[in-house]
């Protein structure tokens, strides 16, 4: 099993998220692509862990605390996208454009 | 080219194609279902990457409790749970499809330059040594995201609570 193959379907998974961050309407929706590329990025930390057979271990250690990290941003982003939905009554992103100028 | 090598890109092609689908269904709780097909099947690939203890973990982490919280999130929010073609900015997919593919290209670009093909050698991992590595080398980022998470708890349940005498809402 070669090193390419993996980083490409990382990569090719990255512009997925990309693609549904820019596209989707609906908040929930988009915190769903950002969990596509939290875990592409997991893929290639894994895979160069496995290449370099790394003593320490640091590829897997880095993945454990992203998926760590990932968990809590979703809580966090959850509870906005509810705060806004109870204020606005839609989740919909278009919608909140107060900041825009 | 062995059996391995055949069910690893057997693996990937069912990853990219429930991540499309991820991205391109129409019905908000598909989406969710096939975002547990895409972390299963990176899964199975940390598996054949020796990292059995990252895989448990995503599964417990992600398929157990994020997946759960997507969909308390989706009925909370009053999504319409049957197909809807509200869900995305039409006018945005032409962008978005010329943004995605150009990172892709020049990502692409670069790994073909960079690497050549190299092995992924696989020989199994220790638990028992990742966990001495984290308790360790590691101590002070552990101890760290614990407080990330406090953080997060604390945060998470100061701003879905309903506390009128805070917040009026008039004007937000």
Redesign the interface.
Known sequence: ?????????A??????????I????????V???I??IL?SV??NF??F???L?DV??NG??F???I??????????G??????L???RET??I?EFDLMKW | MEA??IF??FL?LL??LS??K??TTSN?IH??IF?VF??AT?AV??I????E??AL??IL??IG??IV??L???M????PLGPNA????DQ??L???V???S??GI??YI??QT?????????G?STK??GE??LS??VF?FEL?SF??L???I??IT??R?DNALMD?DQ?
Request: charged letters at 10%; proline letters at 1%; aromatic letters at 10%.
């Open positions: 099993m070669s090193i390419q193959p993996l980083l490409i379907a990569a090719a998974l990255f512009s997925i998220g990309i693609y549904g820019l596209v989707r309407r609906n908040a929930v929706m915190l769903l692509s969990e596509l875990n997991n893929i894994v895979a862990n496995a290449m057979s320490f271990l897997q250690i993945s454990i605390f998926i760590t990290i990932a968990a809590a941003e979703v809580g966090i959850l509870a906005i996208v509810l705060m939905f109870r204020n989740a919909n278009n | 391995i090598d690893s890109y990937l990853l990219l991540g499309v991820v991205v908000v989406a969710a975002l895409t972390l990176t690939l940390f054949l990457l020796s990292a203890f990252v973990v995503l982490v992600y409790a994020v919280l997507f308390f999130g989706v909370i929010t009053r999504a509200e869900l995305d900015n945005n997919k962008m978005a499809a943004i995605s593919l990172i892709f990502f692409t790994l073909l690497f050549d093909s190299t092995v992924v050698i696989s020989e991992t040594l990742l590595i984290l080398r590691f980022p995201v990330v998470l953080g997060a708890l945060g998470g701003l879905a309903k809402e937000i």
